[in-house]
């Protein structure tokens, strides 16, 4: 797994997690075929300028991200999708597009989908496109600690 951040944070949390390995995918839907994994069950990280600030949406796969209800929970005067050039460099230790929804190990607030608050278990990108990582929404939660709504359709 590159995101040694992730994994220390994982680990020195006592963390259980487990590691998928698929085919290179690079859109969130590929991966969850891929992977052979319902795409409603594969989280994908968006990222957001929310007032010039980078945020970053976790939604299913399958999903768009409503910025309205992200601009909403934000108390924003303006949210919109950020293009790759403006956040590529934020995430070293990923590949471009395949960065994990742990925004706070990045100094960034995280919305998520209230669909995937509902699960027991999250899966997402571990910072490559042949990789996933699972570990218990529960987990997910306490670690990084999302503003959770319908930000997702």
């Known amino acids: 797994m590159p995101v040694k951040k992730m994994k220390w944070l994982l680990e020195e949390k006592g963390v259980k997690y487990v590691t998928f390995q698929h085919w290179p995918a690079y859109t969130a839907q590929e991966t969850a075929q891929s992977a052979h994994i319902p795409g409603k069950n594969v989280a994908k990280t968006v990222m957001l300028k929310i007032d010039d600030k980078m945020a970053m949406a976790v939604v299913p796969a399958a999903h768009h991200v409503d910025l ?3 601009k909403r929970a934000a108390s924003a005067s303006k949210v919109e999708l950020a293009s790759e050039q403006e ?9 471009a597009g395949a960065m994990p929804p742990f925004g706070n190990l990045y100094g960034m607030d995280v919305f998520v989908s209230e669909a995937l608050a509902e699960d027991e278990a999250i ?3 571990a910072g490559t496109h042949t990789e996933l990582v699972g570990l218990s929404y529960q987990d997910f939660e306490r670690l990084v600690k999302p503003k ?3 930000f997702s359709a």
Request: some cysteine; proline content about 6%; charged content about 15%.
């Open 68 to 70: 309205e209800s992200v």
């Open 87 to 95: 956040f590529v460099g934020m995430f070293p230790d990923c590949e």
């Open 123 to 125: 899966v997402f990108s």
């Open 148 to 150: 959770v709504g319908s």
